[in-house]
């Protein structure tokens, strides 16, 4: 919680409001002297969440804040169970809603691509067999040669998405005679 008086020397409050509003998203409370609704409604239009004129009593103050920390509280965490977002060295996933970006490019991936590389982001830097990863993403044991090597062609397949050299992948990483991992 940021807590922003307008008047300030060298800079103004609605400057600090606009610099923190780019990189952060947590609740700013605005105080000043300054009644005028243009001054309020530039505080709001740059992000503040809310304003309060000076003179103020504290009990007040601290009611304002106490509810914009509870509602930023409430919002994060409704969030994070609805969004559920995994990142990884450049790449994000919205797990509930199936997207995946590289270097904020949106990428489309089928079900199992995309099953494929939340588990290897959930499970970096572990060494997983063509048919350890079989059993875990299809659910099954191998039945046969051909189920194995539909591993290596969803895996190549999603290299082709989300590599920028396939051939020197910085993702998705084959351990000859083991298998696949995230390289961290």
Same mark, same amino acid.
């Given at each position: 919680?940021?807590?922003?008086?307008?008047m300030?020397?060298?800079?103004?409050?609605?400057?600090?409001?606009?610099?923190?509003?780019?990189?952060?998203?947590?609740?700013?409370?605005?105080?000043?002297?300054?009644?005028?609704?243009?001054?309020?409604?530039?505080?709001?239009?740059?992000?503040?969440?809310?304003?309060?004129?000076?003179?103020?009593?504290?009990?007040?103050?601290v009611?304002?804040?106490?509810?914009?920390?509870?509602?930023?509280?409430?919002?994060?965490?409704? !969030? *994070? =169970? &609805?969004?559920?977002?995994?990142?990884?060295?450049?790449?994000? +996933? @919205? /797990?509930?809603?199936?997207?995946?970006?590289?270097?904020?490019?949106?990428?489309?991936?089928?079900?199992?691509?995309?099953?494929?590389?939340?588990?290897?982001?959930?499970?970096?830097?572990?060494?997983?067999?063509?048919e350890?990863?079989?059993?875990?993403?299809?659910?099954?044991?191998?039945?046969?040669?051909?189920?194995?090597? !539909? *591993? =290596? &062609?969803?895996?190549?397949?999603?290299?082709?998405?989300?590599? +920028? @050299? /396939?051939?020197?992948?910085?993702?998705?990483?084959?351990?000859?005679?083991?298998?696949?991992?995230?390289?961290?």
């Amino acid at each position: 919680m940021y807590i922003l008086d307008v008047m300030l020397p060298g800079t103004d409050g609605f400057e600090i409001c606009k610099r923190i509003r780019e990189v952060e998203n947590r609740p700013i409370l605005m105080v000043s002297a300054k009644k005028e609704d243009i001054d309020k409604i530039r505080g709001l239009g740059l992000g503040a969440d809310d304003y309060i004129t000076k003179p103020f009593s504290p009990s007040e103050l601290v009611a304002r804040v106490k509810a914009h920390l509870a509602r930023y509280e409430q919002l994060v965490n409704s !969030t *994070v =169970a &609805v969004n559920d977002m995994l990142t990884f060295r450049g790449l994000r +996933m @919205d /797990k509930g809603a199936k997207r995946v970006w590289v270097n904020d490019v949106e990428k489309s991936l089928p079900g199992k691509e995309f099953e494929i590389l939340e588990f290897f982001v959930e499970h970096p830097n572990h060494v997983y067999s063509k048919e350890e990863l079989y059993r875990e993403i299809w659910q099954d044991e191998p039945l046969s040669s051909s189920d194995v090597t !539909t *591993v =290596a &062609v969803h895996i190549k397949r999603l290299r082709e998405k989300i590599e +920028m @050299d /396939k051939d020197n992948p910085q993702y998705i990483e084959t351990i000859w005679g083991a298998g696949y991992r995230m390289k961290v």
